[in-house]
C-alpha cells in the first residue's frame, strides 16, 4: 500500500491446494517471506500439551515485485518436532528461524536456502519461547525468553542456530512478562510489543527509550495484532476489530 491509499495492490501469490499461508514477516532488502503449511490440521496431545503438526511446511521467499523467488521444503524437520511454526523471523544474513506453538520446545534455524542448521533449546522449566521472536537494528534475531515464576523477560540473541550473547544484562524486570512481537527500532536496537504496550529498547545499556502504555495506543493490546516493521522505522498494527491499520506514535518511535 502507498500512503494515503485505501486498497492496496494485491501480489499474485496464491497457496497451493489443501495449504495456506500462516506467519509472515520481513528481511532487510524488502522480501516477504511467508510459511506455507496444511490447511486442515488435527489436534493431537504431546506431554500434556494439545498440538497441531502440519505434514507440510514450506517457506516462500517473495521479492517486493511479487515474484516467488524460492520455496524452501522443511517439511522433514517441522514433522519431526511435531508443530506448526507460530513466528518466523529472518536475519540480515537471511538465516531463517521458526518458533514452535508449544511451551516447552525449541526454534528451528534454516540458512537462506533452507538448509537446516540447528535446533535451538532451552530450559524450557523456566523459560518459554512463546512470546516474542524478531530482528534487531542490528541485523541479529532477537527472543523473549519469559520467567513465568517471577514475571520477568529476558532477551537472548539467536546466532547460527544457537542461543549467543550476555543473557543477563538484558533483563526486563516486572514489565508485564508476556510480549508478542520483536522488530527493529529507528531510534532504539528493538521495539517490543506485548499487552502493557509498546517499549523501545537499547541493547547496549539494557535500558527502555521510551515506552507507549497499552492505555495509549490507538487500539486493543487484547489478544494477537499483525505487525510489521517498516523501512524507515516505523511499526505497524493492525486492528482486527476495526480492520484499521495503526502506527507506533511518531513522537515515541
Not at 58 to 65: F, I, L, N, T
Amino acid at each position: 500500500m502507498k500512503p494515503g491509499e485505501v486498497d492496496g495492490e494485491a501480489l499474485q501469490v496464491t497457496a497451493p491446494d489443501g495449504m495456506t499461508f500462516s506467519v509472515m514477516t520481513t528481511d532487510e532488502q524488502g522480501n516477504l517471506y511467508l510459511v506455507a503449511e496444511d490447511r486442515d490440521m488435527e489436534a493431537v496431545t504431546r506431554n500434556e500439551d494439545v498440538v497441531c503438526p502440519t505434514e507440510h511446511c514450506e517457506v516462500w521467499r517473495v521479492s517486493p515485485s511479487g515474484e516467488v523467488a524460492a520455496k524452501l521444503d522443511i517439511s522433514e524437520y517441522v514433522k519431526q518436532e511435531v508443530f506448526s511454526p507460530r513466528m518466523i523471523a529472518v536475519a540480515g544474513n537471511g538465516d531463517i528461524y521458526l518458533s514452535t506453538q508449544v511451551d516447552g520446545t525449541a526454534v528451528l534455524a534454516f540458512d537462506a536456502e533452507g538448509n537446516f542448521l540447528n535446533k535451538i533449546s532451552y530450559d524450557y522449566k523456566v523459560y518459554t519461547l512463546r512470546t516474542a521472536m524478531g530482528r534487531g537494528r542490528d541485523g541479529k534475531v532477537y527472543a523473549v525468553l519469559w520467567n513465568y515464576k517471577d514475571d520477568t523477560s529476558v532477551i537472548v540473541r539467536l546466532d547460527g542456530g544457537r542461543i549467543s550473547g550476555d543473557t543477563t544484562s538484558f533483563i526486563l524486570d516486572g514489565d508485564g512478562g508476556c510480549y508478542e512481537f520483536v522488530c527493529p527500532g529507528r531510534d532504539c536496537d528493538l521495539v517490543i510489543f506485548g499487552g502493557e504496550g509498546i517499549l523501545g529498547y537499547d541493547l547496549g545499556s539494557g535500558n527502555i527509550k521510551w515506552k507507549v502504555l497499552a492505555g495509549e495506543l490507538p487500539f486493543s493490546t487484547e489478544g494477537l495484532y499483525p505487525m510489521a516493521a517498516l523501512a524507515d522505522g516505523r511499526v505497524l498494527f493492525l486492528d482486527r476489530d476495526n480492520n484499521k491499520l495503526h502506527y507506533v506514535p511518531a513522537a515515541q518511535q
